[in-house]
């Protein structure tokens, strides 16, 4: 593999050719697919149902918007706004993850979620749809593990229409040290056994747990949204700063 940084990314904390990282990640959420309800509620003890909630609640999106649910995994984030847009309205939940995407396309059409929700498999960095087309974009634990987190910024702000809002939901640095050292032992100790016993594969779980520490700092992701093209950029420490909520306008 070549040490050219241009033509390199991380892979958790390994160092991997950047067309290598798209299908590796593939790997990890094919394998993970099937519980990764299940494996939510038991990683974040159901905390991550608060943390979706004040998404929501962040995003504005009213009747007869559209909205993009981007690596909307299995669609909680899509439920929600699929009742808020109304039948006038539109939601897609999309992801680069075809296991994911059947997924969440099971659930909510279980649900009964079938008329104002359709389903797209996309790469954030090449998002297919026109500019300014959306209202509201979201996206849910799913930036960390894109390869060019720039570009995938930039797709996103071209999609979004004057006057919307991007959303980035998302594991962030801790702010206080004594919940850093918890969060670590929890991460790379605790972590991978429950994988481990849930979905037999602990090795996407110490994937996973990595790939948060390679994630960008909330002052560094702010300023990457900024570079964008992103306006009024903000964010919101949750947790203790464990997951941030970082918003930003396109006007």
């Not at 892979?11 to 050719?17: C, E, H, I, Q, S």
């Not at 060019?148 to 797709?155: E, N």
């Not at 050292?181 to 991460?187: N, Q």
């Amino acid at each position: 593999m070549t040490n050219d940084p241009e033509k390199t990314t991380h892979f958790g904390f390994r160092t991997v050719d950047k067309n290598d990282k798209e299908a590796m990640v593939a790997g990890v959420f094919h394998s993970v697919a099937g519980k990764y309800d299940l494996m939510n509620d038991l990683m974040s003890f159901g905390i991550h149902r608060a943390w979706k909630r004040f998404t929501i609640e962040c995003s504005g999106v009213r009747r007869d918007q559209r909205v993009l649910d981007l690596a909307g995994g299995t669609g909680d984030l899509t439920a929600k706004f699929s009742r808020l847009v109304g039948e006038s309205g539109e939601v897609v939940l999309a992801d680069i993850n075809a296991s994911m995407l059947k997924v969440g396309r099971e659930k909510l059409r279980n649900l009964g979620i079938i008329d104002n929700v359709s389903y797209v498999q996309a790469n954030a960095e090449a998002l297919p749809f026109p500019d300014n087309y959306f209202d509201c974009i979201t996206i849910s634990f799913g930036l960390r593990n894109v390869t060019d987190k720039d570009k995938a910024l930039r797709s996103m702000f071209r999609v979004l229409k004057p006057g919307g809002r991007l959303l980035v939901l998302e594991f962030s640095k801790p702010m206080l040290k004594p919940l850093s050292k918890v969060y670590d032992f929890y991460s790379f100790h605790v972590l991978p056994r429950i994988g481990d016993m849930v979905t037999k594969d602990p090795g996407s779980y110490r994937y996973l747990a990595e790939s948060i520490r390679m994630h960008p700092d909330q002052e560094t992701l702010k300023g990457m949204m900024v570079d964008a093209g992103f306006d009024s950029v903000n964010y919101f420490n949750l947790t203790g700063g464990i997951v941030a909520l970082h918003r930003g306008f396109k006007f």
